[in-house]
């Protein structure tokens, strides 16, 4: 297991292991950057400590802290809201993940589910409006408000992009960066404005979401995709690349069964995005995903054959014209059977 923090008691990198195929015949090489890797199992770990440092100043201890979340968020802010002996509220919904409630649940935290649609094929504005009923009702409950707090940005600008472009060795490569409140995408965009690394920095998002623009509609996956518009990105993101749940599911799976890699349904749609930009360009050789989390989240979905039927989504598949020929780096024990 790789070690999440170092000697001097910092975080440690998280691991990036790097895939050798052969799509249409033409070498590539995946890197996937394995934010399960990262404090409390996803990469919102950056940004749970990023938003608790610029609200600690203000959080009182006996009203302490409240956040929407689909769940990875929830997790990281209730580890540290536990670490500092003050209370946090999870308001979610029912796409969170079990595992993750549970866990949630463990560390001390309160959960508010909100089981209405919000009419934009998801739960986020029904989330968003229980956040300020609930701040309404606790005078000196405070919102870390990870859609508009720009500490969000500022840690992967400062943090996770860097960490990437010297783990690939500055080399020229696609990157590929999945959205939900687009803190992630916006930390990076600026840090190649700001850097210039020779990146070709792309947006992922599902069919249904708004949050780089469009129109809302039905989503099934977690994670990724959100009801309205991005307020870090409020003129989306050119090239961004949209995924179906059906393309996320069936590359988790080819990467579980053929490089023994368990991620979750956004990481899939970013390797699905990935291969149809190898596909659509020869001369594209190299691409980075961030994958936010594990397989040990979608245990209950994305990984469960009951789940995938009963939403329509077919098992797995090979992917047409890519082969995997080896894969370099720690890749971590692989959770989930169906």
Same mark, same amino acid.
């Given at each position: 297991?790789?070690?999440? %923090?170092?000697?001097?008691?910092?975080? #440690?990198?998280? +691991?990036?292991?790097?895939?050798?195929?052969?799509? =249409?015949?033409?070498?590539? =090489?995946?890197?996937?950057?394995?934010?399960?890797? %990262?404090?409390?199992?996803?990469?919102?770990?950056?940004?749970?400590?990023?938003?608790?440092?610029?609200?600690?100043?203000?959080?009182?201890?006996?009203?302490?802290?409240?956040?929407?979340?689909?769940?990875?968020?929830?997790? $990281?802010?209730?580890?540290?809201?536990?670490?500092?002996?003050?209370?946090?509220?999870?308001?979610?919904? +029912?796409?969170?993940?079990?595992?993750?409630?549970?866990?949630?649940? #463990?560390?001390? &935290?309160?959960? /508010?589910?909100?089981?209405?649609?919000?009419?934009?094929?998801?739960?986020?504005?029904?989330?968003?409006?229980?956040?300020?009923?609930?701040?309404?009702?606790?005078?000196?409950?405070?919102?870390?408000?990870?859609?508009?707090?720009?500490?969000?940005?500022?840690?992967?600008?400062?943090?996770?992009?860097?960490?990437?472009?010297?783990?690939?060795?500055?080399?020229?490569? %696609? /990157?590929?960066?999945?959205?939900?409140?687009?803190?992630?995408?916006?930390?990076?965009?600026?840090?190649?404005?700001?850097?210039?690394?020779?990146?070709?920095?792309?947006?992922?998002?599902?069919?249904?979401?708004?949050?780089?623009?469009?129109?809302?509609?039905?989503?099934?996956? %977690?994670?990724?995709?959100?009801?309205?518009?991005?307020?870090?990105?409020?003129?989306?993101?050119? +090239?961004?690349?949209?995924?179906?749940?059906? =393309? &996320?599911?069936?590359?988790?799976?080819?990467?579980?069964?053929? $490089?023994?890699?368990? /991620?979750?349904?956004?990481?899939? $749609?970013? /390797? &699905?995005?990935?291969?149809?930009?190898?596909?659509?360009?020869? #001369?594209?050789?190299? $691409? #980075?995903?961030?994958?936010?989390?594990?397989?040990?989240?979608?245990?209950?979905?994305?990984?469960?054959?009951?789940?995938?039927?009963?939403?329509?989504?077919?098992?797995?598949?090979?992917?047409?014209?890519?082969?995997?020929?080896?894969?370099?780096?720690?890749?971590?024990?692989?959770?989930?059977?169906?």
């Amino acid at each position: 297991m790789v070690s999440t %923090s170092r000697a001097g008691g910092g975080p #440690a990198p998280t +691991p990036v292991v790097r895939l050798r195929l052969e799509v =249409e015949g033409i070498p590539r =090489e995946l890197w996937l950057k394995l934010e399960s890797y %990262s404090p409390y199992g996803s990469v919102k770990g950056r940004t749970a400590l990023a938003l608790w440092r610029d609200v600690e100043a203000r959080v009182d201890p006996a009203a302490g802290l409240v956040e929407s979340t689909s769940g990875n968020l929830g997790l $990281a802010l209730a580890a540290l809201a536990a670490a500092h002996r003050v209370p946090f509220t999870a308001v979610v919904d +029912p796409r969170t993940s079990a595992a993750l409630l549970y866990d949630i649940r #463990a560390l001390g &935290a309160r959960i /508010v589910t909100v089981d209405t649609q919000d009419g934009a094929g998801g739960y986020l504005l029904g989330r968003l409006d229980r956040v300020r009923s609930l701040l309404r009702e606790r005078p000196g409950l405070v919102w870390t408000d990870q859609y508009h707090n720009p500490a969000s940005p500022n840690a992967h600008t400062t943090g996770t992009a860097p960490e990437l472009h010297r783990q690939t060795r500055g080399q020229r490569m %696609s /990157v590929l960066v999945a959205v939900s409140t687009g803190g992630t995408l916006a930390g990076f965009r600026r840090y190649v404005e700001e850097s210039g690394p020779d990146w070709e920095l792309v947006g992922v998002d599902v069919t249904g979401s708004a949050a780089l623009g469009g129109t809302a509609g039905p989503r099934l996956l %977690s994670g990724i995709g959100a009801s309205r518009r991005s307020a870090f990105l409020p003129d989306g993101h050119r +090239p961004t690349v949209h995924i179906d749940a059906q =393309e &996320a599911v069936t590359v988790c799976l080819w990467l579980r069964d053929t $490089a023994g890699v368990g /991620v979750g349904g956004s990481a899939g $749609a970013l /390797v &699905a995005a990935a291969l149809r930009r190898f596909r659509a360009d020869p #001369a594209c050789t190299s $691409a #980075a995903c961030l994958c936010p989390d594990g397989a040990d989240r979608y245990l209950g979905t994305v990984y469960s054959p009951d789940w995938r039927s009963a939403h329509g989504l077919t098992g797995t598949a090979p992917l047409p014209g890519v082969r995997l020929l080896a894969a370099d780096g720690p890749v971590p024990r692989t959770e989930g059977t169906g």
